[in-house]
Structures are given as structure tokens and as C-alpha cells.
């Protein structure tokens, strides 16, 4: 799968270090997958949550933070569209971001 936007991941990393190896872990795994539909991608994140509108959310750092993505199967891209403590998940639409 293509990620777009890494830029979004190592900014985030940047400002909260302890998310660096939980993200890249993430980024690793999600690269090298040929997913076509959201049970693909629960086989390899059972926790990961997908919802309306294609999106779909995964827990970093034993939930303490959220990352939203929506992901384009035919295309084989995941857009990162939201990344953030879990505090500031609560405070978003996942749906609609």
C-alpha cells in the first residue's frame, strides 16, 4: 500500500518522540501489504476499527494515541488524515475528516 503522507507520520514523531518506533512499526507493516477490503487489513490489526466512509482507525502506543486514515482499495493508498493523542480523537469525526 502506498501511505500518503509519510511527511504527516515524521512530523508527528518529531513533536512526540515516544511515537517514532510505534509509527514506524505501523508505516513497515502497512507498506509491504496488498490489501482489498477492511477484513485484509483487521486479519493484520485485529483492534484497528473501520467506520463510514472508508476510514479506518488504528491505535499507536497501546492506545494513547489515534491514527485516522481513509483508504482508497482500488488504488491501494492509505491517506493519513488524522493523527493525534486520544484525548484529541474524542474530539473529531472520524467520518467526516
Known sequence: ???IALKTIKDYWTKHSETEQPLKSWYDEVKKADWEKPEDILREFPKARVIKNDRVIFNIKGNRFRLV????YDFKIFYIRFISTHAE???INAEEI
Open 1 to 3: 500500500m502506498r501511505i
Open 69 to 72: 486514515v481513509a483508504v482508497k
Open 89 to 91: 480523537y474524542d474530539k
